[in-house]
């Protein structure tokens, strides 16, 4: 998902999104442990996209609290 369209999320949406990442690198992490994992940078990427989310998250807290 673009950034953009992240910052445009309801935070009920962003805390979706976020179960949705984890879930998805529990999955890989499951999958490359056994030695299914096809594309190991998969598991990065996704680790990326989680910090993202963490990352609108708190940028939205901070920005309530200041008014």
């Given at each position: 998902?673009?950034?953009?369209?992240?910052?445009?999320?309801?935070?009920?949406?962003?805390?979706?999104?976020?179960?949705?990442?984890?879930?998805?690198?529990?999955?890989?992490?499951f999958q490359h442990v056994t030695g299914q994992?096809?594309?190991?940078?998969?598991?990065?990427?996704?680790?990326?996209?989680?910090?993202?989310?963490?990352?609108?998250?708190?940028?939205?807290?901070?920005?309530?609290?200041?008014?």
């Amino acid at each position: 998902m673009e950034l953009s369209k992240m910052r445009e999320l309801t935070e009920a949406e962003l805390n979706a999104e976020l179960k949705k990442k984890k879930n998805e690198l529990f999955n890989l992490r499951f999958q490359h442990v056994t030695g299914q994992l096809e594309n190991p940078i998969k598991m990065r990427l996704v680790k990326k996209e989680i910090a993202r989310v963490k990352t609108i998250i708190r940028e939205n807290e901070l920005k309530n609290v200041q008014g």
